[in-house]
Every structure is written in structure tokens, then in C-alpha cells.
């Protein structure tokens, strides 16, 4: 997959960041809200700190599914009625 945007060794803080359609290249990121809603991403020796994964559409159900496998472990699958911070 051709991604458009491409980031190398970008450094991300206190935003949110929408991953979809980009490429992301020893990037960190730092209290970010990362959002994810297709799933076109590309992400390579990424580092997060004090990150939050928002979940949208077809990646909001992969979401649910993989929770389901995996119990109560460390994923949670937030509803949108919750609040993101």
C-alpha cells in the first residue's frame, strides 16, 4: 500500500493523530489520542508513551472482536459515550 503521508522519526505530543492512509517511521508519540478507523496504516519502530487508541468504524469492530478472544486483558474497547481523557 502507497501511503501519501509518510513520517520518519516525527515526534507527536498532546494531539490526537489520525493514522489512517499514513506511514509512520520511528515516530514517537507522547499523550496522544491516536485514532484508527480503516486500518490503512503503516507503523515501524513507533514508540508511545501515555498513549490512548480510539477506535472507529471497521477497526472499532476488530476491536470488539479481539476483546472478545482475549477476555479481560489490558485492551479495553471504549464506547464513544465515554469520555476519551
Known amino acids: 500500500m502507497d501511503h501519501k503521508t509518510r513520517y520518519k522519526n516525527g515526534r507527536f ?3 490526537k493523530v489520525e493514522i489512517d492512509g499514513k506511514s509512520f517511521l520511528n515516530c514517537e508519540f507522547e499523550n496522544c489520542m491516536i485514532v484508527l478507523e480503516r486500518g490503512d496504516t503503516e507503523m515501524s519502530g513507533c514508540r508511545f508513551k501515555d498513549c490512548r487508541l480510539l477506535l472507529r468504524g471497521n477497526a472499532y469492530t476488530v476491536g470488539k472482536i479481539i476483546h472478545l478472544f482475549s ?3 489490558p485492551m479495553k474497547v471504549v464506547d464513544f459515550d465515554e469520555p476519551l481523557f
Open 71 to 73: 477476555g479481560k486483558g
Open 13 to 15: 505530543s498532546n494531539q
